[in-house]
């Protein structure tokens, strides 16, 4: 039941929401925000946990504030979305402003492939769509299986209809196939700022134990891509903003594991440079570092078994 009816409130989402005009949705994106913000439920301790890391100086009042900014963010991130199968092509064209755009265009120009790793920092589909759309490049990414199966179909559905490849993060066969389309010059984007799994890399974040991926930097040795962090923001505008960083490299020297434990490093050292600049636009509203995914040392009791934020 709760599957059906999870499934039914994300329906009702892109059918309903994308009918509104601009000022209402984001009306009702503040609304429900604030509301959830009030009622200081699990995702919003959690959230204000992890803003506590990212700005350790910071005043409960300050933690607040951030909480409850995060928490339009993330709202303004759902109405985006709901809202982008009905925006134009010009309306996605004018909805991005890049810095260092030329790191991605000089490396899709080389034919040599691109891996863009992302943390869960403001709209990625956004980013997505505005790449189909205003870079005419299409790209393929990975997406956590999700309960009930009709939920995840409707994920796919929605990101396919914006242009990009969507496979199942499960079953094995995602990392040949995103291999496969690097070799052949493609593009590739993966969100990679979350690993609870025992694959995950582990790193320094804010000075503190976490683990990340370790797929985009194997990815990058195994195929000879080149491997780009990107991170967003949002400011008072309705355009959102994005930063292409600089190649991480692969590593002259070492073993695989070496390598890959460098290169993850550098990438979440990138990922903390954004969120560090915008952290009321991180969107993480799960346990993120090892310490905290001890049940006697965290405030919100077990760790969460729901979806990462941007998975979907």
């Not at 985006?80 to 790191?103: C, Q, T, Y």
């Not at 299409?138 to 496979?167: C, I, N, W």
Request: with cysteine; charged share 25%; net charge neutral.
């Amino acid at each position: 039941m709760k599957d059906k009816l999870t499934d039914a409130l994300y329906g009702v989402g892109w059918s309903t929401v994308k009918k509104l005009p601009e000022p209402v949705a984001v009306r009702l994106g503040r609304t429900i925000a604030d509301v959830a913000w009030k009622r200081r439920g699990k995702g919003v301790r959690r959230l204000e946990s992890n803003y506590a890391r990212v700005v350790p100086d910071a005043t409960p009042e300050r933690l607040a504030e951030l909480s409850k900014a995060g928490m339009r963010s993330y709202m303004r991130y759902w109405m985006e979305s709901f809202r982008l199968p009905a925006w134009s092509e010009e309306r996605i064209r004018n909805g991005m402003e890049v810095k260092d755009l030329h790191h991605l265009t000089d490396g899709l120009a080389s034919d040599r492939g691109v891996i863009l790793a992302l943390p869960h920092l403001a709209n990625w589909d956004l980013a997505g769509a505005w790449v189909t759309t205003r870079l005419q490049t299409p790209f393929t990414t990975v997406q956590e299986r999700l309960k009930p199966e009709s939920l995840y179909d409707r994920f796919v559905e929605y990101r396919a209809g914006l242009g990009m490849e969507v496979l199942p993060h499960t079953g094995g066969s995602a990392f040949g196939m995103l291999a496969r389309r690097l070799r052949a010059g493609g593009l590739v984007c993966l969100v990679a700022d979350r690993d609870l799994s025992a694959s995950g890399v582990e790193v320094k974040f804010f000075g503190d134990r976490a683990r990340v991926p370790a797929g985009p930097a194997l990815l990058a040795q195994q195929t000879g891509a080149l491997l780009l962090p990107v991170t967003l923001w949002y400011d008072e505008s309705p355009v959102m903003k994005a930063r292409v960083h600089p190649p991480v490299e692969v590593p002259e020297t070492g073993t695989r594991a070496e390598k890959t434990s460098v290169m993850a490093q550098t990438l979440a050292d990138a990922f903390a440079t954004g969120i560090a600049d915008h952290p009321e636009d991180w969107h993480m509203l799960q346990r993120l570092w090892l310490d905290d995914l001890d049940p006697d040392k965290a405030p919100d009791g077990p760790p969460e078994q729901a979806p990462d934020a941007g998975q979907p």
